[in-house]
């Protein structure tokens, strides 16, 4: 089982940046993809951006430009930098690892990110 950790939600301006970090720990396969998703009111969980051991990266159309995915193999940690943020951005924000062997699939408790108008 892996535990996933995130932090750095927040409410902010529009226009403005935060940055989420999400920790992973417990038993993790070193070949892994870790990414995050977002749930605002109302809504389906959304793909947001992920990235692969390797460091390839994919990001949803509608934050191409503003988020950054990186990682910190060494500590199992994947962040993801918010420039330039919307009001549509706000959601609760959830932390994704799917493991590369069996593809099971881990999340964490998610952290709010509000972003005012």
Request: aromatic share 10%.
């Amino acid at each position: 089982q892996a535990q996933l950790v995130e932090s750095g939600g927040g409410l902010v301006q529009a226009g403005g940046s935060l940055r989420l970090s999400c920790a992973a720990s417990g038993t993790i396969f070193r070949l892994n993809t870790m990414g995050w998703y977002r749930q605002a009111p109302g809504k389906q969980r959304e793909f947001v951006a992920s990235i692969t051991i390797r460091g390839s990266t994919d990001y949803a159309d509608s934050v191409k430009g503003r988020f950054i995915i990186s990682r910190d193999n060494a500590k199992n940690t994947v962040y993801l930098q918010m420039d330039s943020l919307k009001p549509e951005d706000t959601a609760v924000y959830y932390c994704n690892l799917v493991r590369g062997d069996t593809r099971s699939v881990y999340w964490g408790q998610g952290t709010q990110v509000t972003v005012s108008s």
